[in-house]
């Protein structure tokens, strides 16, 4: 009915705010109770070690941005890698040995795998479009180079985790309007040689990582404004780099 309301969209920024507060409340009641009061030493091990730990503020960090980004591998990547670290100290005992390092490694590596696989069918329609205009690079404890000419590249993904990569676009030439390459590094990296006019805007999240914009922008060089190169994602433990030959 034209006459129904409507449900008033969500907004992510007001929804982060209101998480962020009750979060902020919730640590400062625990810091007041564990001041004032003389806790035992099992729970006020846990609040020191587990609650206010760099691995808890990786979660709460992963949740803030699973709520307020349509990406959703970052924020994934940060809870995985914060429940990863923080197991081990939830059970000591079991995980003295650290005898499941690797399975449970392998675990938040397949779903990072599996939410970028799954993110890449959903944008890309391969039987509508040229695959050669696109990437889909997968670097897992190891590297490689890579060189794609096409006269339309739309973008794509990368993601080089324990491993590394390097592609080549020198020869080839951007699609009108703005095309976007989704990167995830983790504990690895990742160089993207582009033309020297390309416009290309960085939007990347980094983690105790980074990744940069090394060409050296000359005034003389002609940029066509219709068309653009977006990189987007997450660099945790690692970084890359966008550079040219000139």
């Given at each position: 009915?034209?006459?129904?309301?409507?449900?008033?969209?969500?907004?992510?920024?007001?929804?982060?705010?209101?998480?962020?507060?009750?979060?902020?409340?919730?640590?400062?009641?625990?810091?007041?109770?564990?001041?004032?009061?003389?806790l035992?030493?099992?729970?006020?091990?846990f609040?020191?070690?587990?609650?206010?730990?760099?691995?808890?503020?990786?979660?709460?960090?992963?949740?803030?941005?699973?709520?307020?980004?349509?990406?959703?591998?970052?924020?994934?990547?940060?809870?995985?890698?914060?429940?990863?670290?923080?197991?081990?100290?939830?059970?000591?005992?079991?995980?003295?040995?650290?005898?499941?390092?690797?399975?449970?490694?392998?675990?938040?590596?397949?779903?990072?795998?599996?939410?970028?696989?799954?993110?890449?069918?959903?944008?890309?329609?391969?039987?509508?479009?040229?695959?050669?205009?696109?990437?889909?690079?997968?670097?897992?404890?190891?590297?490689?180079?890579?060189?794609?000419?096409?006269?339309?590249?739309?973008?794509?993904?990368?993601?080089?985790?324990?491993?590394?990569?390097?592609?080549?676009?020198?020869?080839?030439?951007?699609?009108?309007?703005?095309?976007?390459?989704?990167?995830?590094?983790?504990?690895?990296?990742?160089?993207?040689?582009?033309?020297?006019?390309?416009?290309?805007?960085?939007?990347?999240?980094?983690?105790?990582?980074?990744?940069?914009?090394?060409?050296?922008?000359?005034?003389?060089?002609?940029?066509?404004?219709?068309?653009?190169?977006t990189?987007?994602?997450?660099?945790?433990?690692?970084?890359?780099?966008?550079?040219?030959?000139?």
């Amino acid at each position: 009915m034209e006459n129904e309301l409507k449900k008033p969209a969500r907004n992510p920024e007001t929804s982060n705010r209101f998480i962020i507060g009750v979060l902020l409340i919730i640590a400062g009641l625990i810091l007041i109770v564990k001041k004032s009061t003389v806790l035992p030493e099992p729970l006020d091990d846990f609040i020191d070690n587990i609650i206010f730990s760099w691995q808890m503020l990786l979660i709460v960090i992963g949740i803030i941005v699973l709520n307020g980004s349509d990406n959703k591998t970052p924020g994934i990547v940060m809870i995985s890698v914060g429940g990863f670290f923080l197991i081990p100290e939830l059970f000591t005992d079991f995980f003295r040995s650290f005898n499941f390092f690797w399975p449970a490694l392998f675990i938040v590596l397949g779903i990072v795998l599996l939410v970028n696989s799954k993110r890449l069918v959903k944008k890309l329609d391969f039987s509508t479009v040229n695959k050669a205009d696109y990437i889909d690079y997968v670097n897992v404890f190891s590297g490689a180079e890579r060189q794609l000419i096409t006269d339309n590249f739309r973008g794509g993904k990368i993601t080089s985790i324990f491993g590394g990569g390097e592609v080549d676009l020198t020869h080839s030439s951007l699609s009108p309007g703005d095309n976007v390459i989704e990167i995830t590094c983790i504990f690895g990296g990742t160089t993207i040689i582009v033309p020297e006019s390309w416009n290309v805007v960085i939007e990347i999240t980094p983690i105790l990582g980074g990744f940069s914009d090394s060409r050296k922008m000359r005034g003389d060089v002609i940029r066509d404004n219709t068309r653009s190169l977006t990189i987007k994602g997450t660099v945790m433990f690692g970084g890359g780099e966008i550079k040219s030959y000139k």
